[in-house]
């Protein structure tokens, strides 16, 4: 069974720093992944997807890379500012049973 | 497009009620997912309907929960009767057909069984 893991569990950081959430998965047989931000009492909001034949996605000041090879995947946010504050999630489409995996989140914290 | 739909957003009920949330997907999404999101268990899937046809409801906790799709643009999902322990958000999320779309979610729906 897919299992995916997101450390670390919890980040704070200053504002302006850049900063990396690292989300890993089992199986690399998958059709895509998917990142998602949800703010407290929010459902998730989709941040990016990437297909499994993609390295990455770029939105704004949003990067996400996956290696499905060695199961990982990275969200690079740039210039960190308060309003990224929220628990950022990452799910994978396996390829067995077309369905999602989640992993428990990063929770995000960025100080002005 | 609203995104996806739910109702209620709040349901606070007593043990033994019957509780009915809803869910009206992306118009031409196929593809429904019905989520349990609590602090200990994370995001649970319960059931996904592709077509309106349930296709694993292996997430569904017990035989007190049923959820159906009578057509592409609805969907329930029924807890006859609740326990305390079904408090939780419960989300629906829809993307269109095949394993390749981008998911979206609903806003929620929090039940409190007291």
């Known amino acids: 069974k897919q299992e995916v893991t997101q450390i670390p569990a919890a980040l704070s950081v200053p504002e302006g720093e850049n900063l990396v959430l690292n989300c890993s998965f089992t199986?690399?047989?998958?059709?895509?992944l998917q990142w998602f931000r949800q703010d407290p009492g929010k459902g998730l909001t989709s941040l990016l997807l990437?297909?499994?034949?993609?390295r990455e996605q770029t939105s704004g000041r949003l990067n996400a890379s996956l290696d499905k090879s060695s199961g990982r995947s990275t969200l690079y946010i740039a210039a960190s500012q308060p309003g990224d504050s929220a628990t950022y999630l990452c799910?994978?489409?396996?390829?067995?049973?077309?369905?999602?995996?989640f992993g428990t989140g990063t929770s995000l914290t960025v100080i002005p | 497009d609203a995104g996806v739909i739910q109702s209620p957003r709040h349901e606070v009920t007593e043990m033994g009620q019957e509780v009915t949330l809803r869910c009206k997907p992306i118009?031409?999404?196929?593809?429904l997912f019905w989520y349990r999101q609590t602090m200990m268990r994370g995001l649970e899937l319960l059931i996904y309907?592709?077509?309106?046809?349930?296709?694993?409801d292996s997430g569904m906790p017990e035989d007190r929960f049923s959820a159906k799709m009578p057509n592409a643009s609805f969907s329930t999902l029924k807890i006859q009767p609740s326990e305390p322990r079904d408090s939780a958000v419960y989300f629906c999320?829809?993307?269109?057909?095949?394993?390749?779309?981008?998911?979206?979610f609903g806003e929620g729906s929090r039940l409190t069984v007291l």
């Open positions: 799910a994978v489409v396996a390829m067995a049973g077309n369905q999602f995996y």
């Open positions: 990437i297909q499994s034949s993609q």
């Open positions: 999320a829809s993307r269109e057909q095949g394993a390749f779309g981008e998911l979206f």
């Open positions: 199986d690399s047989a998958i059709y895509n």
């Open positions: 118009s031409g999404h196929n593809s």
């Open positions: 309907f592709n077509n309106n046809v349930p296709i694993d």
